[in-house]
């Protein structure tokens, strides 16, 4: 079994084929898309696949260490996740295949008019063991 990450972004991905952004829709519609990734999500918990969903809130802040007692905090000037990533969904998969096929049924919940959005989808490998440093 190998983990995947799914990240659904809220930009910075091709556009997706129904591109109506979610503030846009009716509140039937951000139910439907719910309960298609609440199903999606139930049905991966049955087979064994399902790790872990999660949405963010817009709100967020970039945080690093500037000395002892002082972390600065910062709302730009860079490309913030917060703007990027709308949330993620972890499986656990047999194969780099089979995780192409989750993604590509996860990209098609349902949008504006229950219309398929067809969004992108990043599918990234966790990894297996940390990366080694020949010297």
Do not use: C
């Not at 846009?24 to 696949?49: C, K, N």
Request: a negative charge.
């Amino acid at each position: 079994m190998a983990k995947y990450l799914l990240l659904k972004h809220y930009r910075g991905a091709p556009a997706a084929v129904n591109d109506v952004p979610m503030a846009e829709w009716t509140p039937a519609e951000i139910s439907a898309h719910v309960q298609y990734m609440r199903d999606f999500a139930a049905r991966l918990e049955d087979t064994g696949e399902f790790v872990d969903a999660q949405a963010l809130a817009p709100e967020g802040t970039f945080v690093r260490y500037d000395g002892e007692g002082r972390p600065p905090v910062t709302d730009g000037p860079f490309a913030e996740t917060k703007d990027l990533i709308a949330g993620w969904m972890v499986i656990d998969v047999d194969s780099h295949e089979r995780a192409v096929e989750l993604a590509g049924e996860l990209s098609a919940a349902p949008g504006a008019g229950g219309k398929p959005i067809h969004e992108w989808l990043e599918l990234r490998p966790f990894l297996s063991e940390p990366p080694t440093i020949e010297e």
